[in-house]
């Protein structure tokens, strides 16, 4: 698995560290206001795992699961719920948990959606940012490290279902995928 990492981008312990900074930010600013994580499955589920443990306020935890690459490393466009939230968040402070943001589509049909079921504030948390391919404005309110335009895998980030156990953020080789 990992003769496919081009290049180590964030160590386990970079990415510990960040999540150190971000976690207590998110302690700061929903301090009383309990807010509803929703992690959005699969990409995020180590990220939500780890900052959730520096989390020191009460919040909850909740799960969607959303497809929008078909298999390639281009983002298709086309986000599909595979699985929505199953409590409604009417009310309640929501923070998405995202893995990347790349082009954006996924993150702004996930909030367009959200945003009907009537929360008191949505923001999003990404542990990744690749900002320059963005194809449609998103505002990320939290985010662990921006990287340039390079197609990365592990700690859950995948291609093709593989590489999500890696504890590190690889680049993966371009051969892979040529
Ligand atoms: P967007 O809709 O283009 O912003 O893409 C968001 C989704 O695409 C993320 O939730 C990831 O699942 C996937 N994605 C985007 N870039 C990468 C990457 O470099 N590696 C692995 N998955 C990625």
């Known amino acids: 698995m990992k003769r496919d990492v081009k290049e180590i981008l964030f160590s386990k312990e ?8 971000v976690g207590n930010q998110i302690n700061i600013d929903y301090k009383g206001k309990f807010p509803l994580f929703v992690c959005i499955l699969r990409g995020a589920f180590m990220f939500l795992a780890d900052l959730s443990k520096e989390i020191k306020i009460d919040m909850s935890i909740h799960f969607m699961a959303i497809s929008s690459y078909g298999g390639n490393t281009e983002s298709t466009g086309q986000v599909k719920i595979l699985k929505d939230l199953d409590t409604p968040i009417n009310d309640r402070h929501v923070l998405i948990i995202e893995d990347i943001v790349d082009s954006g589509l996924t993150m702004d049909a ?9 929360p008191k504030s949505i923001k999003i948390c990404t542990l990744l940012d690749k900002e320059e391919r963005r194809k449609i404005p998103i505002k990320v309110d939290y985010y662990g490290f921006k990287i340039p335009n390079k197609f990365v895998i592990g700690y859950g980030l995948d291609y093709k279902e593989k590489y999500r156990n890696l504890p590190f953020i690889g680049v993966l080789k371009e051969k892979i995928y040529n």
């Open 14 to 21: 970079d990415i510990e560290q960040r999540i150190k900074i």
């Open 110 to 118: 996930v909030t367009r959606l959200l945003k009907t079921r009537n």
